[in-house]
């Protein structure tokens, strides 16, 4: 059983928006870095954006500037807002956490290597 659990996912048209959340449990403490990731079908794990325990965040390039991510430390919850979606953006978010902060302070977005700790996912389907 994970001890991180995301929601929020869902069915959308091309344009539109979806609020990820994601129960950290207790990895929502600001020692973790808290981060989002996706999977398409047929491909490889994304790392989206980052955010360490004192609300710096990062992005990745393809995302960037259509997301969104905060933390709410005392609700030990994850966010990932998002807007502008297309179909290229379906897949399975999954959140992640880390000890490691340094994770959260890569300016190209979280590497897919060095999270113990993973949700089971939600799914995004973006239809045009």
């Known amino acids: 059983q994970a001890e991180l659990e995301e929601s929020g996912g869902g069915s959308v048209q091309a344009g539109g928006s979806l609020r990820l959340s994601c129960a950290a449990d207790?990895?929502?403490?600001?020692?973790?870095?808290l981060t989002w990731f996706r999977q398409a079908p047929g491909k490889e794990r994304e790392g989206i954006a980052g955010?360490?325990?004192?609300?710096?965040?990062t992005y990745a390039d393809f995302m960037k500037g259509r997301v969104t991510v905060s933390r709410d430390n005392a609700k030990n919850t994850l966010y990932l807002q998002m807007s502008s979606l297309t179909p290229e953006d379906t897949g399975m978010y999954f959140c992640?956490?880390?000890?490691?902060?340094?994770?959260?302070?890569?300016?190209?977005?979280?590497?897919?290597?060095?999270?113990?700790?993973w949700g089971r996912g939600t799914q995004v389907t973006v239809s045009s």
């Open positions: 992640a956490a880390t000890l490691f902060e340094r994770l959260c302070r890569d300016p190209r977005g979280p590497p897919t290597r060095g999270f113990g700790y």
């Open positions: 207790r990895y929502g403490n600001s020692a973790y870095c």
């Open positions: 955010v360490a325990g004192d609300g710096f965040a």
